[in-house]
């Protein structure tokens, strides 16, 4: 694993766990909250509905109160039913009467279970609900006491959650009560419900909202490292590469100084010494013809491998540094060198038709940049020489206003360019020609086919080159 990869999952899965946590902490503190408020809310909202029925029960027994004080006939008990009968609040809001034995005596809303026995009726849990409330009623007295219960509502006919309210009338034995149903209750419960599971809905929203950026913050500055490395690292090699090609190009002149100041020069020495020698020796044996012949033979074969030695060396001298590219510029040195893979006796093969078009104002190079440009051209002729099988090469140098382009073309049988590409034993000369155009932010693209090569190299010219007709023309 790559060190950038290894530093950005170092930065992002610390985040993505404190992020997690987070949100597991939030959603079960959220939770625990909801509960609280709900628990609050219930609460609060059935004291509320409790004192509520308090003051409704209140106001019955204060009704029935003067009754009570007037007589204990069943007339008047009659009347106080009556009466209580017809108080009413909202749709399901009613009282009713039952005696201390749990027969019923009063019911607005279900009139079928007056005079009934319903001591002994069970909800649908299977709890005694009128003992219940006779039971909450003596303890509460006269004051009363609040009781839940399940009764069937009369509007749905469906068995449902109550809250009652209950007190004992003492002089006449009655329990007189009311309740409203806790479905408002519920339903506001459920809205609370609704509203905490949005809220945590929210903010796990939020939570990933606030990852996401800053997972895409953390990316974008690996990718900003990234690219800024990327950059710094290519520049970095484009300068070692230049400075590479540049020690090259300097060995190698080194090198060609040397064989042509040195080792050449010492050939040439020894050449005219031993035609000297030749020539003393033809003077001193004119007399003796048979003689001379045995010691001018070796001496001319001699003089001549020696004459073939200096003329190497000489190529390799200027293979090495071509004098022409410092002294006349850029196309005359390409010229030359298309002279030499044009002469027969060039690497032992069939030589090329090489000619040079120059198109545009020539300018004056610096070396860097005439070296690159004639490296390309010998690498690639070499190529063509050895493996494309081509008779002839045409090559193109044009100055534009602010580059310079140099192509090569044959007509060869061309090579597959991607499996060359992909053979790390083949294709070193066209890396090697990249990397020199690529030193000096230059390009070089290559198209080959069966009708021949194509090869374009491409150089920005540099803010100092100037016209140099004298030289470069």
Same mark, same amino acid.
């Given at each position: 694993?790559?060190?950038?990869?290894?530093?950005?999952?170092?930065?992002?899965?610390?985040?993505?766990?404190?992020?997690?946590?987070?949100?597991?902490?939030?959603?079960?503190?959220?939770?625990?909250?909801?509960?609280?408020?709900?628990?609050?809310?219930?609460?609060?909202?059935?004291?509320?509905?409790?004192?509520?029925?308090?003051?409704?029960?209140?106001?019955?027994?204060?009704?029935?109160?003067?009754?009570?004080?007037?007589?204990?006939?069943?007339?008047?008990?009659?009347?106080?039913?009556?009466?209580?009968?017809?108080?009413?609040?909202?749709?399901?809001?009613?009282?009713?009467?039952?005696?201390?034995?749990?027969?019923?005596?009063?019911?607005?809303?279900?009139?079928?279970?007056?005079?009934?026995?319903?001591?002994?009726?069970?909800?649908?849990?299977?709890?005694?609900?009128?003992?219940?409330?006779?039971?909450?009623?003596?303890?509460?007295?006269?004051?009363?006491?609040?009781?839940?219960?399940?009764?069937?509502?009369?509007?749905?006919?469906?068995?449902?959650?109550?809250?009652?309210?209950?007190?004992?009338?003492?002089?006449?034995?009655?329990?007189?009560?009311?309740?409203?149903?806790?479905?408002?209750?519920?339903?506001?419960?459920?809205?609370?419900?609704?509203?905490?599971?949005?809220?945590?809905?929210?903010?796990?929203?939020?939570?990933?909202?606030? !990852?996401?950026?800053?997972?895409?913050?953390?990316? !974008?500055?690996?990718?900003?490292?990234?690219?800024?490395?990327?950059?710094?690292?290519? !520049?970095?090699?484009?300068?070692?590469?230049?400075?590479?090609?540049?020690?090259?190009?300097?060995?190698?002149?080194?090198?060609?100084?040397?064989?042509?100041?040195?080792?050449?020069?010492?050939?040439?020495?020894?050449?005219?010494?031993?035609?000297?020698?030749?020539?003393?020796?033809?003077?001193?044996?004119?007399?003796?013809?048979?003689?001379?012949?045995?010691?001018?033979?070796?001496?001319?074969?001699?003089?001549?491998?020696?004459?073939?030695?200096?003329?190497?060396?000489?190529?390799?001298?200027?293979?090495?540094?071509?004098?022409?590219?410092?002294?006349?510029?850029?196309?005359?040195?390409?010229?030359?060198?298309?002279?030499?893979?044009?002469?027969?006796?060039?690497?032992?093969?069939?030589?090329?038709?090489?000619?040079?078009?120059?198109?545009?104002?020539?300018?004056?190079?610096?070396?860097?940049?005439?070296?690159?440009?004639?490296?390309?051209?010998?690498?690639?002729?070499?190529?063509?020489?050895?493996?494309?099988?081509?008779?002839?090469?045409?090559?193109?140098?044009?100055?534009?206003?602010?580059?310079?382009?140099?192509?090569?073309?044959?007509?060869?049988?061309?090579?597959?360019?991607?499996?060359?590409?992909?053979?790390?034993?083949?294709?070193?000369?066209?890396?090697?020609?990249?990397?020199?155009?690529?030193?000096?932010?230059?390009?070089?693209?290559?198209?080959?086919?069966?009708?021949?090569?194509?090869?374009?190299?491409?150089?920005?010219?540099?803010?100092?080159?100037?016209?140099?007709?004298?030289?470069?023309?």
């Amino acid at each position: 694993m790559k060190l950038r990869l290894k530093i950005l999952l170092l930065a992002a899965v610390p985040l993505l766990a404190a992020m997690a946590a987070i949100t597991v902490a939030v959603y079960l503190q959220g939770l625990k909250l909801a509960q609280m408020e709900k628990q609050v809310v219930e609460t609060a909202w059935l004291g509320s509905k409790e004192s509520e029925l308090r003051h409704y029960v209140s106001l019955a027994y204060s009704a029935v109160a003067p009754l009570q004080e007037a007589g204990d006939d069943p007339a008047t008990r009659q009347r106080a039913l009556d009466l209580l009968a017809q108080m009413e609040f909202g749709r399901d809001g009613y009282f009713f009467v039952y005696d201390l034995q749990g027969r019923n005596l009063m019911h607005p809303r279900q009139p079928e279970l007056v005079g009934q026995e319903l001591w002994d009726l069970r909800d649908t849990q299977g709890q005694p609900v009128i003992q219940n409330l006779l039971a909450a009623a003596r303890r509460g007295g006269q004051h009363g006491e609040a009781v839940h219960y399940l009764w069937e509502r009369p509007s749905t006919r469906q068995n449902e959650e109550k809250l009652g309210y209950v007190v004992v009338l003492e002089r006449w034995g009655w329990m007189l009560g009311t309740g409203i149903y806790l479905d408002d209750v519920n339903q506001a419960l459920q809205r609370i419900d609704a509203a905490a599971q949005a809220n945590i809905r929210d903010m796990f929203a939020w939570v990933a909202g606030i !990852a996401a950026v800053c997972i895409l913050g953390v990316a !974008a500055c690996g990718l900003a490292l990234n690219i800024s490395d990327h950059r710094q690292s290519d !520049a970095k090699l484009r300068l070692m590469a230049r400075q590479l090609v540049r020690t090259q190009e300097d060995e190698r002149a080194r090198l060609s100084r040397e064989l042509h100041d040195g080792i050449s020069q010492v050939l040439v020495s020894i050449k005219l010494s031993l035609e000297a020698a030749r020539e003393r020796l033809r003077q001193a044996l004119g007399a003796e013809p048979r003689a001379l012949a045995h010691i001018d033979a070796p001496l001319g074969g001699a003089l001549d491998r020696l004459n073939n030695a200096v003329g190497e060396v000489r190529r390799i001298s200027h293979n090495l540094r071509p004098t022409l590219l410092d002294d006349l510029g850029l196309p005359a040195a390409l010229e030359h060198l298309g002279r030499e893979f044009s002469q027969p006796s060039q690497h032992g093969v069939t030589p090329l038709a090489v000619r040079l078009h120059t198109d545009g104002h020539p300018v004056k190079l610096p070396d860097a940049y005439a070296t690159a440009l004639f490296r390309v051209t010998q690498e690639a002729l070499t190529n063509v020489l050895r493996h494309a099988g081509a008779t002839r090469a045409e090559m193109v140098l044009t100055y534009g206003a602010r580059d310079l382009t140099l192509s090569i073309a044959d007509d060869g049988h061309g090579f597959d360019h991607a499996e060359v590409q992909q053979d790390p034993r083949r294709g070193i000369g066209l890396r090697n020609m990249r990397e020199r155009m690529a030193a000096l932010s230059g390009t070089l693209v290559l198209h080959s086919g069966v009708q021949g090569t194509l090869l374009k190299a491409w150089l920005p010219l540099p803010a100092g080159a100037t016209s140099s007709p004298t030289h470069d023309a």
